[in-house]
């Protein structure tokens, strides 16, 4: 539709020319403008009109973004796997001794991560201090400490975001603690949710 209109448009303006012309010849004789107009026809047949930006083909909107997909109970176990690991790098770089990983230690952990949802805070939902976990699952300990955040997507980031905050950097490199446990828990918006615990062993 639009390749018409510009070509009539053209063409009318290209006729006018033409007319003029012919108004203004002096000469006798009428002149011939047939080759003029047939070379004009064929241009404007095979004219074409490429449409702007704004001629009405609108972007489609941007599709939402993704809610993240459920993480397996593996994939979150390498995750925590993966901190340990990034910790022990962190603690042999200052000359710290590395900590050992304990799995009950870790399911205290878990357990404080889902209950950090909502909760962001050192306190336990119940009002107690977190290091009360480790009485509900009978871990002995000497000392404990814990980390926690709420929304980084990848170990690297957590354990960068701990090691920038003094006390949580503290807690990481803390030579007296000796074991720890890391905890990661999904909630249904697909968000990550992670605590490490460390504790002096007696």
């Known amino acids: 539709m639009k390749n018409c209109m510009v070509r009539a448009f053209i063409a009318m303006c290209l006729a ?4 003029a012309g ?8 009428e002149p011939d403008y047939s080759k003029e107009i ?12 490429t449409p702007s930006a704004g001629s009405g083909n609108q972007a489609e909107p ?9 993480l397996t109970g593996d994939e979150l176990k390498a995750y925590a796997d ?9 603690r042999e770089k200052a000359g710290a001794e590395p900590l050992d990983y304990r799995e009950d230690i870790a399911g205290a952990a878990t357990l404080r991560a889902e209950e950090i949802v909502g909760n962001y805070t050192h306190t336990r939902p119940d009002g107690s201090k977190f290091s009360t976990v480790f009485d ?5 300990k000497r000392a404990s400490g814990e980390n926690i955040y709420t929304s980084p997507i990848t170990p690297e980031a957590a ?23 890391i905890g990661i828990y999904q909630d249904k918006a ?13």
């Not at 012919?22 to 004789?29: D, K, L, N, P, Q």
């Not at 941007?62 to 459920?70: C, D, L, S, T, V």
């Not at 509900?136 to 002995?140: H, N, P, T």
């Open 82 to 90: 993966k901190v340990y690991e990034l910790v022990n790098r962190e």
């Open 62 to 70: 941007a599709a939402p973004a993704e809610k993240p997909r459920p």
């Open 22 to 29: 012919m108004t203004m010849t002096a000469s006798a004789s």
């Open 136 to 140: 509900e699952l009978d871990i002995s």
């Open 190 to 202: 697909g968000g990550l949710h992670w605590v490490q615990l460390f504790i002096q062993e007696k």
């Open 16 to 19: 006018s020319v033409l007319l």
């Open 159 to 181: 354990v960068n975001g701990w090691m920038a905050s003094e006390g949580h950097r503290n807690n990481i490199l803390k030579e007296k603690y000796t074991a720890t446990g």
């Open 38 to 49: 047939e070379e004009m026809t064929k241009w404007l047949d095979g004219m074409t009109v």
